[in-house]
């Protein structure tokens, strides 16, 4: 089974940037799509990016389209986030799931990071 860690989370001004790294231990991140997703305090948890396994394609939500771009460097087994011209509303729970053979912010995720914390400030 594979164990998802992330890292890179912290504290920024809006408009900044950040880079959130998820790294895929034990098997690896072999044939596994990766999703992006959040979670706000008292709101329901949103995808906000996915990739493929290839990393050839992406999908991303409205809310960040053209602010947050997802990118994996398999021999690293590692899939980033790179977060620009944050908001506060950005401010969340970030957490990286995988998927064997599947892909897509729709896909029922069972492998899950433990989180880390971005909190954007105005």
């Known amino acids: 089974q594979v164990q998802l860690v992330e890292s890179g989370g912290g504290l920024v001004q809006a408009g900044g940037s950040l880079t959130l790294s998820c790294v895929g231990s034990t098997l690896g991140l072999t044939h596994h799509g990766v999703g992006w997703f959040r979670q706000a305090p008292g709101k329901e948890r949103e995808s906000v990016a996915a990739?493929?396994?290839?990393?050839?394609?992406?999908e991303y939500a409205d809310s960040v389209k053209g602010r947050f771009t997802i990118s994996r460097d398999n021999a690293k087994n590692m899939v980033n986030l790179q977060m620009s011209s944050l908001k506060p509303e950005d401010t969340a729970v970030y957490y990286c799931?995988?998927?064997?053979?599947?892909?897509?912010?729709?896909?029922?995720?069972?492998?899950w990071g433990q989180g880390t914390q971005v909190t954007v400030s105005s």
């Open positions: 990739i493929t396994w290839s990393g050839r394609t992406t």
């Open positions: 799931a995988a998927i064997y053979a599947d892909w897509g912010l729709r896909a029922q995720y069972n492998i």
